[in-house]
């Protein structure tokens, strides 16, 4: 069988199946491209509008609005980058197996990259903005706020735009938590007096894990699944390079098509989620009558909640009894959230702050959330978001410490808070789509490094089909599962390591300098994130 090698850095040699990446895209294809992302903004801006006027938000400064375009702009750019940046994640493999041409992957891509975050559930949304510090996320409409979100943002895209120019698969998700570690750090260490406040270090070595693991299991199953089918397939075509540009046998095709699809799909699914909480984040500091609270939940879902607020008031009492507290009880329980420690102080305090929970529900039942002043609607939501979270910790720390609440109980308060969650956490249609385009858009943009360095920068010989099945089938199948155990493993990183996998088992031989890099990269992704976005911070805590 003859071979078709590779030029140590320099990729596949000429005439050797090297697949077309520059076909010209012509002048219909850019006019398309820009049509469409003016129309994303004009739907965005229209959407804004409707919204904020539909509220009544006074408007009287456009300070609020400039920082809300400026900070939207900014979360849309991260998508965008994210799309391009991630993209050789799906087409690479069958760029260079010839199962698509490769500007038709790239639009296929990002149309199902697009798909994904229209019909994404939401849940990985506010699972990001968990990790960001309470007190921040409750005054995100601060100086402090905007200084947060301008940081890990613009600290995320500097990473990811690096990592691109350099051709290097980095995590864009990894990237984006280490951005958000950075800024709870930089807090906890100069904005803060309370050491326990900042940073979820649990949190950050769980993360620490996924980073060095993910490659080693991208590399081993891709291995395994690649000798599997040497094993049970033994049609050689599998394991011989493209002939020129002819396409690989249908099946296989089929399967490397469908990976792609599962993988963009996923992707989108995934990580445009992040970008909506941050938006959601950014809205709700901006413009809190319009978007603190979800203005389209009934009135006698609105009586419901008040009903379950009621019963878990009854059960923090009882919790609480024989307790009482001084003061504001907001600072004991965000101090439970901060600290993930149990207090005498706890129960009480979380007894007095659903009394006033109730209280503001009940008015406004009265008055509905159109009509409540923005101060108000801001407030409800602050106090429904901490005991959401406050619950949140005791049910994680119940599992794996002794149980706090009888079954009963624990029932009666997940619904309660559930209906907390369906309050504050809603993201609007229009957001989906902004997101949706930006990502999908970014799919069809700047490629070509990473796909290059995918395809021909990691093994000496050319991708094979069964290579590119293998690799692409584990990514598929690892991002799926990670999703449903909420694992925090990067598909970047299984895919390109699943890649080497399949060389080093086909005895293909590895471009050690490519690997070095790429090992690097994956390496400083979370101490670079964490370090660009907390120095940014502390940069813009000075200016705003």
Known sequence: MST???????GLQPGTGKPKLDAPSGMIAGLIFVAIMLAGLAYTVWSLYQDISGSGMPATTWLPFILLGVALLIALAFEFVNGFHDTANAVATVIYTHAMPAQVAVVWSGFFNFLGVLLASGAVAFGIISLLPVELILNVGSSAGFAMVFALLIAAIIWNLGTWALGLPASSSHTLIGSIIGVGLANQLFFT??????????????????????????FCAAALLFLTLKVLVKNPELYAEPKGNQPPPTWIRGL???????????????????????????????????????????AAEIAQVRAQAVAAGLIFENKGFGYNIIGNPRTNVTNYINAKKLDD????????????????????????????????????RNDMYLASEALNRIFKNEAKEEKVFDDADRKVLKAYKESLDNTTKFIPFWVKVAVAIALGLGTMVGWKRIVVTVGEKIGKQHLTYAQGASAEMVAATTIGVADV?????????????????????????LQMSTVRNMLMAWVLTLPCAIALSAGLFVIFRQLF
């Open 4 to 10: 078709i090698t590779l030029d140590q850095g320099k």
């Open 193 to 218: 007096d309370n050491k326990t406040a900042g940073v979820d270090w649990s949190k950050a070595i769980e993360i620490g894990w996924s980073l060095l693991l993910s490659p080693l299991f991208g």
């Open 256 to 298: 490397l098509i469908a990976t792609c699809t599962g993988v963009s799909f996923a992707h989108g699914s995934n990580d445009g989620q992040k970008g909506m909480g941050l938006i959601m984040l950014i809205l709700i500091g901006c413009a809190p009558t319009a978007y603190a609270l979800n203005r389209a939940i009934p």
């Open 345 to 380: 102080a706890t129960f009480p305090a979380l007894a007095l702050l659903n009394k006033d929970i109730v209280k503001e529900i009940e008015d406004l039942g009265k008055n509905g959330i159109a009509k409540m002043p923005a101060e108000a609607v801001s407030n409800i």
């Open 485 to 509: 155990l909420g694992l925090p493993v990067s598909t970047t990183h299984v895919l390109s390591s699943g890649v080497a996998g399949t060389m080093a088992a086909n005895k293909s031989g």
